[in-house]
């Protein structure tokens, strides 16, 4: 059985930094794709960034220059660096990854975390 689960999320105000982290747990043979979702009130998950395996990374453009995501492949572990916040950041985080699991047929299966909330104040 395959987990990933967040941590980091809070309350922070206008220019603040947030670090997030995912961690992956359990019989996994490869994870692929790593990344950061968002979703806002009534509004659509968005993709925030995302990091595959080799290392290419893509951002939303709205946290270019502000937000970095990295990975370490043998903590099974992505982060959500995210610096100078904006009140529009605030949403609840999702953590995504692409795992392909000890006895798996497929490349990998979509697993979502919990998500964490992040609030940036005015």
């Known amino acids: 059985q395959v987990q990933v689960a967040e941590s980091g999320g809070g309350l922070v105000q206008t220019g603040g930094s947030l670090r997030l982290s995912c961690a992956a747990s359990?019989?996994?043979?490869?994870?692929?794709?790593m990344g950061w979702y968002r979703q806002a009130p009534g509004t659509q998950r968005e993709l925030v960034a995302d990091?595959?395996?080799?290392?290419?990374?893509s951002y939303t453009e709205s946290v270019k220059g502000r937000f970095t995501i990295s990975r370490d492949n043998a903590k099974n572990t992505v982060y959500l660096q995210m610096n100078r916040l904006k009140p529009e950041d605030s949403a609840v985080y999702y953590c995504?990854?692409?795992?392909?699991?000890?006895?798996?047929?497929?490349?990998?299966?979509?697993?979502w975390g919990q998500g964490t909330q992040v609030t940036v104040s005015p």
């Open positions: 995504n990854a692409n795992i392909k699991a000890y006895g798996d047929y497929g490349e990998g299966y979509e697993y």
């Open positions: 990091i595959l395996r080799n290392g290419v990374i």
């Open positions: 359990g019989d996994i043979f490869r994870i692929n794709t």
